[in-house]
């Protein structure tokens, strides 16, 4: 595998750029201020991908909100999932009562966030609703409710803006498709 030593090199182009993304986040953050007026909140931010989407949403909310982290491998044969997740990195709150919304990068196949949601409901959440930031509707497997959508994309591989490809490209400001020679 060959990489050119400046990165934005490998984005064939460009899906949102920076200004976009933040129009996105702005927009997202109205809603959720909106529905959740008075109350308070944990914020779920499913790592490592959310991180830079959670830290430019959390700072356009408006009510108390408790920020905590969440990491999670989900196992399966081959690609796909099998319905169990392993918590790597467990919240720190106790979810019991509480609002959780989870912040979460993008929705592919939904499995992921079902189970975390089924978790936190046994759990005893008061209520649990997800941000994403992106959606690949033509992906999802599973139907999972995504309460607040930025936007939804099609079936293509994007990076930047937290999402990576292989751990990498997850600094860019940006969402952008990589070029195809960079997979091989
Ligand atoms: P799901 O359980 O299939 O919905 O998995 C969603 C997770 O897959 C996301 O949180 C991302 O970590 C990863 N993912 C899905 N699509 C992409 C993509 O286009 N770029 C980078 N990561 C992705
Ligand atoms: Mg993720």
Same mark, same amino acid.
Request: hydrophobic content about 40%; charged content about 30%; overall charge negative.
């Given at each position: 595998?060959?990489f050119? $030593?400046n990165?934005?090199?490998?984005? &064939? /182009?460009?899906?949102? $750029?920076?200004?976009?993304?933040?129009?996105?986040?702005?927009?997202?953050?109205?809603?959720?201020?909106?529905?959740?007026?008075?109350?308070?909140? *944990?914020?779920?931010v499913i790592?490592?991908g959310?991180m830079?989407?959670?830290?430019?949403?959390i700072?356009?909310?408006?009510?108390?909100?408790?920020?905590?982290?969440?990491?999670v491998?989900?196992?399966? /044969?081959?690609?796909?999932s099998?319905?169990?997740?392993?918590?790597k990195?467990?919240?720190?709150?106790?979810?019991?009562?509480?609002?959780?919304?989870?912040?979460?990068?993008?929705?592919?196949?939904?499995?992921?966030? /079902?189970? *975390?949601c089924?978790?936190?409901?046994k759990?005893?959440?008061?209520s649990?609703?997800?941000?994403?930031?992106? /959606?690949?509707?033509?992906?999802?497997v599973?139907?999972?409710?995504?309460?607040?959508?930025?936007?939804?994309?099609?079936?293509?591989?994007?990076v930047?803006?937290?999402?990576?490809m292989?751990e990498k490209?997850? &600094?860019?400001?940006?969402?952008?498709?990589?070029?195809?020679?960079?997979y091989?």
């Open positions: 595998m060959k050119n $030593t990165m934005h090199r490998d984005i &064939q /182009s460009i899906m949102f $750029t920076k200004q976009e993304i933040d129009h996105m986040v702005y927009e997202l953050a109205h809603q959720i201020n909106r529905d959740y007026d008075g109350e308070e909140l *944990i914020a779920a790592l490592k959310s830079m989407f959670a830290a430019d949403l700072r356009c909310l408006t009510m108390n909100v408790k920020l905590d982290f969440m990491q491998s989900s196992y399966g /044969s081959g690609t796909e099998s319905g169990v997740i392993k918590v990195k467990d919240l720190d709150n106790d979810v019991n009562g509480k609002n959780v919304l989870i912040i979460e990068d993008i929705v592919d196949s939904g499995r992921t966030l /079902s189970l *975390i089924e978790d936190l409901e759990r005893g959440a008061k649990v609703k997800i941000v994403t930031l992106l /959606s690949k509707p033509a992906r999802r599973v139907n999972v409710k995504v309460d607040y959508i930025g936007t939804d994309i099609p079936d293509e591989f994007v930047g803006y937290g999402l990576d292989d490209y997850r &600094q860019l400001d940006y969402v952008g498709i990589l070029r195809p020679e960079v091989m």
